[in-house]
């Protein structure tokens, strides 16, 4: 027996020992559903911390720099930037918390704008977002993000590390890389100051299978949390279709979080050994020692945003309407951006970004650019939310390293591509290194965790509205018009340790079968779920993963091949519909909970309405625990030309004569995002038609809410600036 004072020292280290371990789980909305070692605490660190959660921006409380700028130019006949005098009025107000604004009318320009080093500006339109206020219309765009891309309007910080070019020293992580743990000391070597608040530490670690430095080895199927980029081999290595992504990670470390250094002991000088307190706790499980685990810093520009204003690119091939990279905290907001030539809005190597409440048309349609998309983001703590995408192949990706992001509440239509293939709309990410993400409420066709470049892990997809299938009748399904790829959930093979909670699947009449579980192809028809899924389309043709169904989490999801929401805790049990225990209570590790509730809170981001959540739309809109949902089916004949038979609309409208039935047992209301496209700008369901006229505050209302007073500081120390 031990000794009273042995036994209290040892009772308070356990104590000590499982606060450290729970710490991401304290408080969270999903407590009692996730597991803490899959999840992350979006609450509190997704978005611009005290304003993304409110629907609010730092900018609310900004005023105006200098004189409201005129429209110049005209169709034909463009200026610069510098000329009409937007470039020097940024300049101007550059660090000094304010925004630019410009006025009613068009600016036709024939170059871009990439502001270098800026901090605490935003440029402004007037009005809230209608094209008949203030649009910019360019016929030439500005080289941007280090050098490695162009842009319509982009913020790039002073620092233009780039693992792939141009990256610093680094120097090891000796302690403190446990999952939520806000402490992490390094080595000497990093080679560059810190700045508490300024400053991103990133943190990687070699692949499984690899160690060193460089990191040598091969990616062998660890049989469990297997981070992979390596191309697939039948010989028993790699897991990908093409390899590693390039250019997004250092070689054989794509698993890398983003962090923004809080202070710093001893000090935050140049180069020594250091115990910094991170501003956000590490998410991943299975940081180790083996893996030689590093760091490196990248110092950011901060709050710089977009806002109010219509963005044409159709006559430019630039990468990307809007971007950032290097930067903490910016945002876009009430923005129309058409004919991006490849990506809407790119938030690379970016902290803590917001993007909420644009329309996005047409991006990337008439392009050779691969991987178009109206949001696509790298970096970490981003909320992408309340956003429309109108034929666009994909409408969100992470494309590289992803961390704690919220991509939420966004609503995407017509995701052709004309070659009788439908799209995911919503693809998770495209490399490895993209993990601990929540997709919440989302109205899309597909959701797609695909294989190209590597793992995913640990992402949670919640209240989502996933139909699986996209109308022909628009005449963009190439030479076959048959059903293809028309599963509502992809989730191929080394995609493992996902939660799935409380979304609603498939259409009726098209989806009779619940599931595919690591068949010969990634392409089966009439399906619910693809769990573990191979890929014999490509060369060598991956093999099924049977790990990925027995890590993945699915619990109160609704689908209609079943009729039913299905709880599974083994076949049969509780309903005849299920095949087998779908908790991942026996998943080699970290394992989902024994005994789930089945009380679904209405959002693991939101702790209310955001203020562009409208009132009389039910907060959840999405669910098993929804009812009289006012989101129906189109009646008639599937891909009718000139109809949208099949497609989801609301419930009471017609379309050609054909009416919109209840459908999907009611559990789905049209989320802010979709009432806008189908209600406000009268889009139709299969998302034909040119672009339309999108107005934020005829959508969401004048979005005004309470916000802190004062305004956050620029960051100490000077930086270069340069306008191009």
């Given at each position: ?7 209290f ?7 000590i ?22 999840a992350a ?28 700028i ?28 304010k ?34 206020l ?9 080289t ?18 780039y ?10 992580a ?27 530490v ?24 297997f ?108 923005v ?32 050779t ?14 909320v ?49 290194g ?91 028809n ?30 109160g ?28 209570e026996a998943?080699?590790?970290y394992?989902?909970l ?38 129906g ?38 989320i802010?995002?979709?009432?806008c ?8 369901p ?11 505050s ?27």
């Amino acid at each position: 027996m031990l000794p009273k004072r042995t036994f209290f020292v040892f009772a308070l280290s356990l104590i000590i020992a499982f606060l450290s371990f729970s710490v991401a789980a304290v408080g969270q909305s999903w407590s009692g559903v996730l597991a803490p070692s899959r999840a992350a605490d979006w609450q509190d660190y997704a978005g611009i911390p005290g304003y993304s959660s409110k629907g609010a921006l730092p900018s609310d409380n900004w005023t105006q720099s200098g004189s409201t700028i005129s429209a110049c130019g005209s169709n034909g006949s463009p200026v610069t930037a510098e000329s009409c005098g937007i470039a020097d009025a940024l300049a101007k107000a550059n660090g000094k918390s304010k925004y630019v604004l410009l006025g009613p009318g068009t600016f036709y320009l024939s170059d871009g704008l990439c502001l270098h080093g800026y901090n605490n500006v935003e440029v402004r339109g007037s009005g809230t977002a209608g094209s008949n206020l203030t649009k910019l219309v360019f016929s030439g765009a500005a080289t941007c993000q280090g050098g490695n891309g162009s842009a319509l309007i982009g913020f790039q910080g002073a620092d233009t590390t780039y693992p792939a070019a141009n990256l610093a020293a680094v120097c090891t992580a000796t302690d403190g890389f446990s999952q939520g743990s806000s402490s992490l000391t390094i080595g000497s070597g990093c080679n560059q100051s810190i700045t508490a608040g300024a400053t991103a530490v990133i943190l990687d670690q070699c692949d499984t299978g690899y160690s060193g430095s460089p990191c040598s080895g091969s990616a062998k199927d660890n049989g469990n949390y297997f981070v992979c980029g390596d191309k697939y081999d039948p010989s028993g290595t790699g897991c990908s279709e093409n390899g590693p992504d390039s250019g997004l990670a250092r070689p054989e470390r794509f698993q890398a979080e983003w962090h923004i250094v809080s202070s710093c002991n001893p000090s935050c000088g140049k180069g020594g050994a250091s115990t910094l307190t991170l501003a956000e706790p590490i998410l991943h499980p299975n940081y180790s020692s083996g893996q030689t685990p590093q760091v490196y810093l990248v110092q950011l520009s901060q709050y710089l945003g977009v806002r109010n204003m219509v963005i044409d690119g159709g006559a430019t091939n630039s990468t990307s309407g809007i971007s950032f990279y290097n930067t903490a905290y910016p945002w876009v907001k009430n923005v129309a951006i058409l004919n991006p030539y490849s990506i809407g809005v790119y938030l690379t190597q970016d902290v803590h970004g917001d993007v909420e409440s644009t329309y996005c048309y047409n991006a990337g349609q008439n392009s050779t650019a691969s991987d178009p998309s109206c949001y696509n983001h790298t970096g970490a703590f981003h909320v992408i939310a309340n956003n429309i995408c109108q034929q666009v192949r994909v409408c969100t990706i992470g494309n590289g390293t992803e961390i704690g992001s919220v991509i939420g509440y966004n609503f995407g239509v017509d995701a052709y591509t004309g070659d009788s293939f439908m799209f995911g709309n919503l693809e998770d990410c495209h490399s490895d290194g993209c993990d601990f993400n929540l997709y919440e409420s989302n109205v899309m066709y597909q959701a797609v965790q695909d294989q190209v470049h590597g793992t995913h892990l640990s992402q949670t997809w919640h209240r989502n509205f996933f139909t699986g299938w996209e109308s022909c009748s628009n005449g963009q399904c190439g030479t076959d018009p048959s059903i293809f790829n028309s599963s509502a959930a992809d989730v191929l093979s080394y995609n493992r340790y996902g939660n799935w909670t409380a979304n609603v699947l498939g259409t009726p009449g098209i989806h009779t079968i619940y599931q595919d579980l690591a068949g010969p192809s990634a392409f089966v028809n009439n399906t619910i779920w693809l769990i573990g899924s191979a890929n014999g389309g490509v060369s060598p043709a991956i093999a099924g993963d049977p790990i990925v169904g027995a890590t993945t989490m699915r619990w109160g999801n609704y689908d209609v091949a079943n009729n039913a929401v299905l709880e599974c805790t083994a076949a049969k049990t509780p309903i005849s519909a299920c095949t087998a225990d779908e908790r991942a209570e026996a998943a080699p590790v970290y394992q989902g909970l024994a005994s789930p509730s089945t009380s679904f809170p209405p959002s693991y981001y939101y702790s209310s309405r955001p203020s562009w959540y409208s009132s009389s739309t039910p907060f959840p809109a999405i669910g098993p625990d929804v009812s009289n949902g006012n989101v129906g089916l189109v009646a008639g004949t599937l891909n009718a030309s000139g109809h949208q038979s099949g497609n989801a609309a609301i419930v009471g409208a017609s379309y050609a004569g054909d009416t919109v039935n209840t459908a999907w047992a009611g559990h789905v209301n049209a989320i802010p995002a979709m009432n806008c496209y189908l209600s406000v700008m009268k889009g139709l369901p299969d998302g034909t038609g040119s672009a339309l006229t999108f107005d934020a505050s005829a959508c969401y209302g004048s979005g005004s809410t309470s916000v802190p007073a004062a305004a956050p500081a620029a960051p100490t120390g000077a930086t270069s600036v340069v306008v191009h």
